[in-house]
């Protein structure tokens, strides 16, 4: 495998991320929730940190980058540089990092907050993408509109489907007890629900998640099915109405 992925939980219920490329031995770290658990995990296996990649400004995404940056390049998008913590580099949607061998693609996922990035692994599969699509869930429409919202998911959606998916939270377990107020009768989302539990009494991660398990299982993902169109009441609206509204009962769930 040309890149190592360890999950660090931090804070309550927040995920970082380090990823070491194996041909250069560099190391990249996505967000920065705090830094004690972060620099351990570092210290655990030698490694040191080549860069810190930033989905968002939001507290609980940076308030480690200034304990973790000495030697770090970090890196941001240039459209939210006056909310992040100082920048060595900024891209934009569209542009690439490179780590060693392993680059990421960025790209816009505004919604949950304006300027919100996700960094994409085409090569390995796999997508970090924080606060915008989550495990059984996304982000709240804090900034943007719903319309931004359905339309970074809809970039998402369009991974291919062994795409694996690191996201910002652990909130698997309200996502999916919500998810099942909209499809009771989706039994693979029953049987996520049921080894996220396991997951959780057992102390890992529940992520990564495959696109296709949240593509199964994920109503913000669903709003095309008709049987999620069926328990909003809007059986003929376009999908992105029909996000709209899981969106607004998540809210008040």
Known sequence: MPVEI???????????YLLRD??????ALVDAPEAAPIADALAARGWTLSQIWIT????????????LRAGAEVIGNTADRARLPALDREVSDGETVSLGQTTARVIDVSGHTIGHIA???????????????????????????MEMMWASLSKLAALPDETALYSGHNYGVANAKFALSIEPGNAA???????????????????????AEEKATNPFLRAAEPSVKAAVTMPDAPDGEVFAEVRRRKDRF
């Open 6 to 16: 360890v999950t660090v939980p931090c804070l309550r219920d927040n995920y970082a």
């Open 22 to 27: 194996e041909a250069s031995g560099k190391v």
């Open 56 to 67: 968002h400004h939001h507290a609980d995404h940076i308030d480690g980058v200034a304990a």
């Open 119 to 145: 960094f994409v692994l085409d090569d390995d599969h796999a997508a970090f993408t924080a606060d915008s699509l989550m495990a059984l869930g996304c982000g709240r429409v804090v900034e943007g509109t």
């Open 189 to 211: 989302l029953k049987s996520r629900l049921a080894a996220i539990e396991t997951a959780n009494a057992e102390g890992r991660p529940i992520v990564p998640a495959t696109l």
